[in-house]
């Protein structure tokens, strides 16, 4: 077993919102001693994100713009977080977009950019960090999913966002098995309705109880219990775990 390095850095796409998980994520990674890179389409709530990071909790953070549907762009971004930070261990894949366009009404365009970012971006962020991990014969692989994959819909956005979280799935364990014999993990967290601007903008109390309606709890969850799932993914000790969709959702789905 490859034991994680003393220094060592989590790269997080879609972690500069205000109110988003990525970015509860990255605070709460980053008060548990890990360096934090931010790959977001926002240029500058990343790097102000990534000196909010740095301030708060002491660690070494940076903050980059990238498109992830992008693939060269999300390369360079990944080259110099590279280059500025220690040891990459981990990639967690935030960045996503919703989609409530009912099917019928679904154009090509719409198809095309939901998928891009939602799936491709998650390739290509883990492909180009993936060829660092392998020569250190270790790392973290954490893709964001949806519990919208697993029901067909039935929250906010409806089907291209759910063929893009699916496709997550089946993405997450291929790769899984393909990078384990490098030590390398690779798991997806298919959260339920989570407390962001997402679903488009903040939600009001009545829709906030509206979706805990049909949860086994008496709300709807936060950005801090899908960084809690995260944070145990990307440990140390999660590395017998791997291929895995850890449902993260009040127990909408179970499976
Ligand atoms: N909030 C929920 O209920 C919920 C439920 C299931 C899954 N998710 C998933 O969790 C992830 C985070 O969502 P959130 O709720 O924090 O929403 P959010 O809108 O706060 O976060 C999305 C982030 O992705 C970034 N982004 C969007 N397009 C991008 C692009 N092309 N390139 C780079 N960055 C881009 C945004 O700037 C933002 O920082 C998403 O993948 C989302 O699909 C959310």
């Not at 994959?149 to 039935?154: E, M, S």
């Not at 384990?180 to 959260?191: D, F, K, L, Q, R």
């Not at 829709?207 to 440990?235: Q, V």
Request: glycine share 10%.
């Amino acid at each position: 077993m490859t034991a994680f390095p003393s220094e060592r850095t989590a790269i997080l796409t879609g972690a500069a919102s205000p109110r988003g998980i990525g970015r509860a994520a990255a605070f709460y990674l980053a008060e548990r001693g890990w360096h934090i890179g931010i790959l977001d389409i926002d240029a500058d709530a990343s790097a102000a994100t990534a000196a909010e990071l740095t301030e708060a909790h002491g660690v070494r953070a940076h903050g980059v713009r990238a498109d992830v549907s992008d693939e060269a762009s999300v390369r360079a971004a990944i080259d110099e977080l590279e280059a500025e930070l220690p040891q990459i261990v981990a990639l967690v894949n935030l960045a996503g977009v919703s989609s409530p366009v009912p099917y019928l009404e679904v154009t090509t365009e719409e198809w095309r950019r939901v998928l891009s970012i939602n799936l491709d971006g998650v390739h290509y962020a883990t492909r180009r960090v993936a060829e660092s991990l392998v020569k250190h014969r270790i790392g973290r692989i954490v893709n964001i999913s949806s519990v919208s994959a697993q029901r067909g819909g039935g929250t906010y956005s409806k089907t291209p966002y759910s063929a893009a979280k699916a496709g997550v799935i089946g993405f997450t364990r291929s790769v899984a098995r393909e990078l384990g014999e490098y030590e390398i993990t690779v798991n997806a967290i298919s959260p339920g309705p989570i407390d962001t601007d997402i679903m488009g903008g903040t939600l009001t109390d009545e829709r906030k109880a509206g979706m805990a309606e049909e949860l086994l709890l008496n709300r709807i969850g936060t950005p801090r219990d899908i960084a809690a799932a995260i944070a145990f993914l990307i440990s140390e000790d999660a590395g017998f775990v791997t291929g895995q969709t850890l449902n993260v959702d009040g127990g909408f789905y179970m499976h």
